[in-house]
Every structure is written in structure tokens, then in C-alpha cells.
């Protein structure tokens, strides 16, 4: 009895050191996962009318910039949202908005294994903004991204190509006669 009463007690005392070490890193995946099925619960739940249910867009920028505040991996987050079906534009948006130093070339990668396409990545990191309004990635760094450039999506400036110059109109005919 002795025999096995000893490794018991070291197993068990492995075993909650090892949960106890661990659930910190996994405290901003519990919350964001229950942030995000919260939202899509209220979203999908029908009320009377009296009741406010904030909308699935609003639920997931608050998730996210909660998770990145916690220094939340941005690839974990985003595959954990995209498995929760909400809408990958928007995930992807956000982490770039609220990530801080996040890499676009690391997150498009995760992204494309997730089944994500490279025009929705390349979008994202387009309209991604800092809570200023100041463009997350110049215009450059999104056309030099090595994820984003396998699939021809190179950033080509605009030439502003003037309009034609169209022709003098025809005078009108004048008469003595005309009143």
C-alpha cells in the first residue's frame, strides 16, 4: 500500500503544478472563447425587443482587444475566432488594429492555413487603423509582404491619367431675323 500511496502523490503533485503553470497562459483563451460565444448566443437569441444585444461586431473587437491586451498569440486568437465563424475580414482587422507589433507575414501565414483567403488578408491589413486612425501598415510594407506577393497582390501606385480634352462646342447659328 505504502508502494503506491507514494507515486500517487507525486503524480498528483506533478500534475496540479503543471495545471497551475499553464492556466495563466490559457487564461486570455478561456475568456476570449467565452467572450465569443457569448456574442454569438445574444446575436442568434431572439428578445422581446426590450432587451440590447450588442452586435457580433462589437462583441469581437472587445474579445480581441482583450486578448491582445493579455498577449494573446494574434495567430492563436484568429483561428479561434475563424472556428467560431465570425467573419475573417473582421477578426483579422482587428488583430491588426489591436495587436501592436504584429507580423503581417506570420498572420497571413496562419491565416492561409486556416482557409483564409489572401485577398481578405491583404484587405485587412489595408483598412486596419490604430485607435488615432493612423494606417496600421504603409501602403509598401503590405505590397513587400512575401505572403501577400506570392499571389500577385503587389502595390502599384495610381497615375493620375488627366481627362481627354473635349472639343469647343459649335457655336449657335445666329440670324439678323431672331428676335
Same mark, same amino acid.
Given at each position: ?19 497551475? =503553470?499553464?492556466? !495563466?497562459?490559457? !487564461?486570455?483563451? #478561456? ?7 457569448? =456574442?454569438?448566443?445574444?446575436? /442568434? ?5 426590450? @432587451? ?13 482587444k482583450k486578448a491582445m491586451d493579455k ?9 479561434? @475566432?475563424?472556428?467560431?465563424?465570425? #467573419? ?8 491588426? /488594429? ?16 486556416? =482557409? ?13 487603423? /490604430?485607435?488615432? =486612425? ?11 509582404? !512575401? ?15 488627366? +481627362? ?6 459649335? +457655336? ?7 428676335p
Amino acid at each position: 500500500m505504502r508502494i503506491i500511496i507514494k507515486p500517487l502523490i507525486i503524480v498528483l503533485s506533478l500534475a496540479l503544478l503543471y495545471s497551475t =503553470g499553464f492556466a !495563466q497562459d490559457s !487564461q486570455w483563451e #478561456n475568456e476570449f472563447v467565452l467572450a465569443l460565444q457569448k =456574442g454569438r448566443a445574444l446575436s /442568434s437569441a431572439k428578445t422581446g425587443g426590450l @432587451a440590447y444585444t450588442p452586435a457580433q461586431s462589437t462583441v469581437l473587437e472587445n474579445a480581441i482587444k482583450k486578448a491582445m491586451d493579455k498577449k494573446a498569440p494574434p495567430c492563436e486568437a484568429m483561428k479561434i @475566432a475563424v472556428d467560431l465563424k465570425y #467573419n475573417p475580414y473582421s477578426v483579422i482587422k482587428n488583430i491588426f /488594429s489591436y495587436g501592436g507589433e504584429v507580423d503581417l507575414n506570420q498572420l497571413c501565414m496562419c491565416a492561409t492555413e486556416s =482557409g483564409v483567403n489572401k485577398q481578405i488578408i491583404a484587405k485587412a491589413a489595408t483598412d486596419a487603423a /490604430s485607435p488615432l =486612425g493612423k494606417p496600421i501598415f504603409p501602403r509598401d510594407e503590405i505590397a513587400q509582404a !512575401q505572403c501577400l506577393r506570392e499571389i500577385g497582390l503587389g502595390y502599384t501606385p495610381v497615375v493620375q491619367i488627366p +481627362p481627354p480634352i473635349k472639343p469647343p462646342v459649335p +457655336p449657335v447659328p445666329f440670324s439678323v431675323a431672331s428676335p
